[in-house]
């Protein structure tokens, strides 16, 4: 019986590429153990967005080198964006590592493997393949209530800080047959909550079809929920994509809008292709129509040409659209970007980027608790995930994508259910249920 061990770093997509890649290795008769030791194979999937995230993940590739010590045979591999970036280069400087993989090689992966402990050098595969579709295989997900469903790979942006255009290639859409087939799948195995992922999923295309149609098919679907969408660009943001979500009572109101930077100038340097005042337009024309909507974004400070009055201009922002939550980044240069070709002049000091940050994420947390305690004390419906981390209590989700965490048993997981929100830590909810939805209904049949 052969072994592996899977860790995952960076997005949605790649937790939904370990599901793949979990899936693979599972059809060809690999089983999961619970620690790198026991493994005959490591997998680390990597994220390459920012330098830290690559330094982290490299540094724990080294620590898994230990595992050779006491099983020279274990092979590791290194995957996803981190992989594709640096190919080969990875192996000169990492000479244990065994294999270096991307997304396109995933299904090889078994093959891969074979010719991995064959021989004494790596394996690298890397190479775009512009006719894998990814349908087909197999997948093992880590959840029975909530499923990520892919639905775009690549990128056909080229915002000039951003590494994924070269990571992930030009964007490719799934058919919405493969896509509302694997749905049903899953409706059928108990899963009654769905992400639909893309880079810019909102840009999604195919024949006929986009993103709108293809969500209002999603949320049409019986059995089916709960529908999230991530993460949309704020240009391909219409008002039938609008529309739809008012419109379809499983799309949750909520929505991850990445708006970078508040500052005109900047968003022209970073090739957003909107405005300020055109993003908060749509802004408004999502509050108009889904009045609870939940919003969360992502900002970068410390671009290449951000003055002290751009990233007021950022500030600015976060204050008129009150976001939910915000994740904020300092600029990292990432090789081969048009950013790292702007003039020396631009470059922001270290000490000026981590200040702007500080400052950002004080008045991110700031709204976001104010946000928080506006909703203790109301009554609301949660999908119960899990168990959380720390055990005594269970992790559960509100529509508008809050973590609420309430006290009861395991077999809640999965449930519906109406809760009152108790408290906020500013990020997360405590949380009572009232009662859940099956209690509900056994007991208006009459069951005991
Ligand atoms: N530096 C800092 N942050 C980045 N992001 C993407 N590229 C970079 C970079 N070079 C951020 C963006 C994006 C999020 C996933 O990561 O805000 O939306």
Known sequence: MRTYWVETYGCQMNLSDTELMEGVLASSGYVSVS????????????CAIRENAERRVLGRVAELNRVKTSHPDTLIGVCGCMAQRLGSRLIQDAEYVDMVLGPDAYRSLPEIIEQASARDAGVVDVGFRPTENYEG????RQSGVSAWIPVQRGCNYRCTFCIVPHTRGD????????????????????ITEFTLLGQTVNSYRYDDWDFPRLLRAVAGIDGVRRVRFTSPHPNDLTERLA????????VCPQIH?????????VLKRMVRRYTRAEYLDKVRMLRERIPDIAMTTDIIVGFPGEEDEDFEATLDLVRSVRYDDAFTFKYSPREGTPATRMKEEWFVPDAVAQERL????????EIAAERNMDEVGRTTEVLVEKRAKRGELLQARTETNKV??????DDWIGRYMDVVLTGTTGATFTAFPIESRQERTSRVAGAP
């Open 35 to 46: 620690s790198p030791d026991e493994a005959d194979v490591i997998l680390v999937n990597t």
């Open 137 to 140: 295989l197999e997948v093992r």
């Open 171 to 190: 964007e490719k859409n799934r058919g919405p047959d493969d896509v509302l087939a694997e749905v049903r799948d899953l409706v059928e195995r108990g």
């Open 243 to 250: 529309d739809a979500m008012a419109e379809e009572e499983a």
């Open 257 to 265: 809008l990445p708006v970078q930077s508040g500052s005109d100038r």
């Open 358 to 365: 500080e400052r950002l994420i004080r008045l991110v947390r």
């Open 404 to 409: 609420a965490l309430i006290p009861g048993p």
